[in-house]
């Protein structure tokens, strides 16, 4: 007589970007974590241990692994008795609407994730955490998360979170516009003359007077946020 039991819990809050959905197979179970259909999917580990076959490498989400699946992609999951996790669901459309959003141009080749997140990093630890609250909040009578407004927000956070702290097909561009962002206005407007139009004979006084600066004061802007001179 085969004595494994199983005792399965799926406990899902569908939203219209991000579904957090609580699982548990209570016995030895071999699953296969898709992004079936136009779906990211995220497996956040809770208690026990399910082991990630990806591609024949393996990685165990004890160890402080999360697991990503892009749309068309699995990963099959082996799980023990005790292992339960946190399972989030998120719309294609929507995060890539989002990634849009932080680069300022269109997704023309598929987003995908690299497949195993680090939990033990600040990035994915603090990803987690975040996702956890939304997950959370869902789950209180009344709770902040019940007015629309605040849902919006927190599956954007969730979102723009994912986008920022696992690596994927668009993370240098990110990385590009994110640095742009931060520099000070007339550093980010001479790099802009520069990259327009790469071919002119620039000489750092005619790109000081078309940022409306001194050459001193562009060169030293230059060498503290981007570590080069202007030429």
């Given at each position: 007589?085969?004595?494994?039991?199983?005792?399965?819990?799926?406990?899902?809050?569908?939203?219209?970007?991000?579904?957090?959905?609580?699982?548990?197979?209570?016995?030895?179970?071999?699953?296969?974590?898709?992004?079936?259909?136009?779906?990211?999917?995220v497996h956040v580990p809770?208690?026990?241990?399910?082991?990630?076959?990806?591609?024949?490498?393996?990685?165990?989400?004890?160890?402080?692994?999360?697991?990503?699946?892009?749309?068309?992609?699995?990963?099959?999951?082996?799980?023990?008795?005790?292992?339960?996790?946190?399972?989030?669901?998120?719309?294609?459309?929507?995060?890539?609407?989002?990634?849009?959003?932080?680069?300022?141009?269109?997704?023309?080749?598929?987003?995908?994730?690299?497949?195993?997140?680090?939990?033990?990093?600040?990035?994915?630890?603090?990803?987690?955490?975040?996702?956890?609250?939304?997950?959370?909040?869902?789950?209180?009578?009344?709770?902040?998360?019940?007015?629309?407004?605040?849902?919006?927000?927190?599956?954007?956070?969730?979102?723009?979170?994912?986008?920022?702290?696992?690596?994927h097909t668009y993370t240098?561009?990110?990385?590009?516009?994110?640095?742009?962002?931060?520099?000070?206005?007339?550093?980010?407007?001479a790099v802009a003359v520069?990259?327009?139009?790469?071919?002119?004979?620039?000489?750092?006084?005619?790109?000081?007077?078309?940022?409306?600066?001194?050459?001193?004061?562009?060169?030293?802007?230059?060498?503290?946020?981007?570590?080069?001179?202007?030429?």
């Open positions: 007589t085969d004595r494994r039991r199983l005792a399965a819990r799926l406990h899902a809050v569908p939203l219209p970007s991000v579904t957090p959905m609580y699982l548990a197979y209570g016995g030895d179970v071999v699953d296969v974590l898709a992004g079936d259909g136009p779906f990211y999917v809770l208690t026990g241990r399910v082991v990630i076959n990806d591609d024949g490498r393996e990685f165990t989400t004890s160890s402080g692994s999360a697991a990503v699946a892009s749309p068309t992609e699995s990963l099959e999951l082996r799980w023990h008795p005790d292992a339960s996790a946190m399972v989030f669901r998120i719309d294609q459309r929507a995060l890539e609407g989002a990634l849009v959003d932080l680069i300022r141009l269109p997704v023309e080749k598929p987003l995908r994730f690299e497949r195993r997140m680090d939990l033990t990093s600040q990035p994915g630890a603090s990803w987690a955490h975040a996702a956890m609250f939304l997950a959370d909040e869902l789950n209180q009578t009344g709770g902040v998360v019940s007015h629309p407004l605040v849902a919006t927000d927190l599956q954007r956070m969730i979102m723009r979170g994912l986008l920022l702290c696992q690596p240098a561009v990110l990385a590009d516009e994110t640095t742009a962002a931060t520099l000070p206005p007339h550093i980010a407007a520069i990259e327009s139009a790469p071919e002119r004979q620039l000489t750092v006084e005619t790109l000081a007077r078309e940022v409306n600066v001194s050459p001193r004061l562009l060169q030293a802007g230059f060498r503290e946020h981007l570590g080069v001179p202007p030429m």
